[in-house]
């Protein structure tokens, strides 16, 4: 009698289980379909790219690169740039609030009332899930906000040390030290049981309105309870071994590209040891002037240039350097492989600003360009019309290409596609 062999879906099997462990290749543990090595890597300048020098002037395939965008040009056929993207409502409390909700479109940031909304990353590795030692790393380069945002509102703080993070990566720590972290896991399991229990009574003695709210708190409870049984499970598995050295912090902070540079170069090492398939980096105002530039003032400055041509010369000056620096990024992952297929290409990079005109604190037409996984590059695609086509749309598109079955995100109304 021939058997039938039952093809699983890892990803549903890990699930399943509620605990996610390094599983051997079994025979009926298909993998196929269950893209396995989809990433995405989000990267916003916050304070903006001068739009004359970063959109192209022509659309179409045969598009003559812009003056930043020359910098890049060499992987021009693993990308694709957008003019006519941006979010509706996010004029907010302060001038620079968008900066908060680029990954996720809510409106009004920071206004009487507000709360954000879920960020792309972070649907991403709800996704994705504890498939990786980290679902996924936040960082940034001067402090710990982030664009991160879980479903609940509350940012996922950023890290901004490369020490630290490379830390928390590849260095097992000593037995002492393992031993008060299992103790810590222990301590959160062992409160979150005495919580369930000491509010379980509370069920019978409440209304409706009450019970939802416990319900609720129930759930997250459950939620909680799920993660730490993943987190104690790769606690007890060793850290991957790497040959590249630990970083140095960059300790001034008007060395803005160096420390840049930096967290681009942890990257495609987080990608290639599979610690996370979901990364996301915010380059920010540092509030001084830059190191090895001509300008006097800070970047924020520069950005409020006000049509001052000697301005904009110092800024453009900066940005230039930002976007080589970024090409460096491209470049690594090209060059790296993961069962033959190129980081890039298993990797969907998000790259722009948060303001189409940091001069007026627009956050209109943004500067957007998308890199490397499934999706077809190689163009300028602009879309026109008084009202910006929802950056949400192309949110849709990023998640679809990881595997995210959505028809909806933030406020889109469509996924984006182009050929």
Same mark, same amino acid.
């Given at each position: 009698?021939?058997?039938?062999?039952?093809?699983?879906?890892?990803?549903?099997?890990?699930?399943?289980?509620?605990?996610?462990?390094?599983?051997?290749?079994?025979?009926?543990? =298909?993998?196929?379909?269950?893209?396995?090595?989809?990433?995405?890597?989000?990267?916003?300048?916050?304070?903006? *790219?001068?739009?004359?020098?970063?959109?192209?002037?022509?659309?179409?395939?045969?598009?003559?690169?812009?003056?930043?965008?020359?910098?890049?040009?060499?992987?021009?056929? %693993?990308?694709?740039?957008?003019? /006519?993207?941006?979010? +509706?409502?996010?004029?907010?409390?302060?001038?620079?609030? =968008?900066?908060?909700?680029?990954?996720?479109? @809510?409106?009004?940031?920071?206004?009487?009332?507000?709360?954000?909304?879920?960020?792309?990353?972070?649907? &991403?590795?709800?996704?994705?899930?504890?498939?990786? %030692?980290?679902?996924?790393?936040?960082?940034?380069?001067?402090?710990?906000?982030?664009?991160?945002?879980?479903?609940?509102?509350?940012?996922?703080? &950023?890290?901004?040390?490369?020490?630290?993070?490379?830390?928390?990566?590849?260095? +097992?720590?000593?037995?002492?030290?393992?031993?008060?972290?299992?103790? %810590?896991?222990?301590?959160?399991?062992?409160?979150?049981?005495?919580?369930?229990?000491?509010?379980?009574?509370?069920?019978?003695? #409440?209304?409706?309105?009450?019970?939802?709210?416990?319900?609720?708190?129930?759930?997250?409870?459950?939620?909680?309870? %799920?993660?730490? #049984?993943?987190?104690?499970?790769? $606690?007890? *598995?060793?850290?991957?071994?790497?040959?590249?050295?630990?970083? @140095?912090?960059?300790?001034?902070?008007?060395?803005?590209?160096?420390?840049?540079?930096?967290?681009?170069?942890?990257?495609?090492?987080?990608?290639?040891?599979?610690?996370?398939?979901?990364?996301?980096?915010?380059? +920010?105002?540092?509030?001084?002037?830059?190191?090895?530039?001509?300008?006097? #003032?800070?970047?924020?400055? *520069?950005? $409020?240039?006000?049509?001052?041509?000697?301005?904009? &010369?110092?800024?453009?000056?900066?940005?230039?350097?930002?976007?080589?620096?970024? /090409?460096?990024?491209?470049?690594?992952?090209?060059?790296?492989?993961?069962?033959?297929?190129?980081?890039?290409?298993?990797?969907?990079?998000?790259?722009?600003?948060?303001?189409?005109?940091?001069?007026?604190?627009?956050?209109?037409?943004?500067?957007?360009?998308?890199?490397?996984?499934?999706?077809? $590059? !190689?163009?300028?695609?602009?879309?026109?019309?008084?009202?910006?086509?929802? *950056?949400?749309?192309?949110?849709?598109?990023?998640?679809?290409?990881?595997?995210?079955?959505?028809?909806?995100? !933030?406020?889109?109304?469509? &996924?984006?596609?182009?050929?």
């Amino acid at each position: 009698m021939k058997m039938t062999k039952h093809v699983l879906n890892r990803r549903h099997f890990l699930r399943a289980t509620g605990v996610v462990l390094a599983l051997p290749m079994l025979e009926s543990l =298909s993998i196929a379909g269950a893209k396995r090595h989809a990433r995405m890597v989000n990267i916003c300048a916050t304070l903006g *790219l001068y739009a004359d020098s970063w959109f192209p002037k022509t659309t179409g395939i045969e598009y003559e690169p812009s003056e930043y965008l020359k910098h890049i040009d060499g992987f021009r056929d %693993r990308y694709t740039v957008f003019s /006519g993207l941006g979010h +509706q409502n996010q004029t907010g409390r302060q001038a620079h609030n =968008s900066e908060i909700t680029w990954l996720t479109s @809510a409106e009004h940031p920071g206004l009487d009332g507000f709360v954000n909304t879920l960020s792309l990353d972070q649907a &991403a590795a709800d996704f994705i899930g504890y498939e990786t %030692r980290f679902p996924s790393l936040v960082l940034a380069t001067n402090n710990a906000q982030s664009q991160s945002y879980t479903k609940g509102g509350v940012m996922v703080p &950023a890290e901004t040390s490369p020490s630290a993070l490379f830390t928390r990566l590849f260095l +097992q720590g000593d037995p002492a030290s393992v031993t008060r972290e299992t103790q %810590r896991l222990t301590d959160g399991g062992s409160i979150l049981d005495h919580l369930q229990s000491e509010t379980a009574s509370l069920l019978s003695q #409440v209304g409706s309105s009450d019970r939802r709210k416990l319900d609720a708190y129930y759930e997250a409870l459950r939620s909680a309870e %799920r993660e730490l #049984v993943s987190v104690r499970a790769w $606690h007890d *598995l060793p850290k991957p071994t790497v040959t590249q050295e630990a970083p @140095a912090d960059v300790e001034d902070r008007a060395n803005l590209i160096g420390r840049f540079r930096a967290m681009l170069k942890l990257i495609p090492l987080i990608l290639e040891t599979d610690s996370s398939r979901v990364v996301s980096l915010m380059i +920010q105002d540092h509030g001084v002037v830059l190191n090895g530039f001509d300008a006097v #003032v800070d970047q924020h400055n *520069l950005s $409020h240039h006000g049509q001052d041509e000697s301005k904009i &010369a110092h800024l453009r000056q900066v940005e230039n350097v930002i976007v080589k620096t970024f /090409g460096e990024l491209l470049s690594d992952l090209s060059e790296r492989y993961d069962d033959g297929t190129s980081l890039l290409d298993s990797t969907t990079v998000l790259f722009g600003s948060n303001l189409g005109n940091a001069n007026s604190h627009s956050a209109k037409d943004l500067p957007i360009l998308v890199a490397g996984g499934p999706l077809s $590059h !190689g163009k300028h695609i602009a879309y026109e019309g008084e009202i910006n086509v929802p *950056l949400s749309n192309l949110f849709v598109t990023l998640l679809n290409s990881i595997g995210l079955e959505i028809d909806r995100f !933030g406020h889109s109304t469509e &996924a984006l596609r182009w050929t």
